[in-house]
């Protein structure tokens, strides 16, 4: 039922919403966050903003970073996308789903 609210207001749980700020990173807004703010506002989410309900310290990687640090670093803290900076700037995203694909490329058959 949540879920499909979000959808109609046009959040895609499979999506996380980066905000950044005079060109850092000022938060992530992740499903889990839009989860607490369904639970919250109930049905008055659209009443919220993104910066009442994303998750403000946020863990970021570099790209110098090897697949195994990240991958203990989203296990440890539990979340499933991580942004990836370089020098205060935002240069992607990685997911959890980007480092299974390497590590099943990586295993010999």
Request: include cysteine; aromatic fraction near 6%; charged fraction near 35%.
């Amino acid at each position: 039922m949540r879920r499909q609210r979000a959808l109609a207001l046009g959040i895609d749980f499979e999506e996380t919403n980066l905000r950044l700020e005079r060109g850092g990173l000022a938060g992530i807004l992740s499903e889990r966050d839009i989860v607490h703010a369904f639970a919250d506002k109930d049905e008055r989410t659209g009443e919220f903003t993104v910066g009442d309900y994303m998750t403000k310290n946020v863990a970021a990687c570099m790209e110098a970073d090897t697949v195994q640090e990240v991958m203990d670093i989203m296990t440890r803290c539990r979340f499933r996308h991580m942004p990836v900076m370089d020098k205060g700037k935002l240069t992607g995203i990685v997911s959890i789903g980007d480092i299974a694909k390497t590590r099943f490329r990586s295993k010999p058959r």
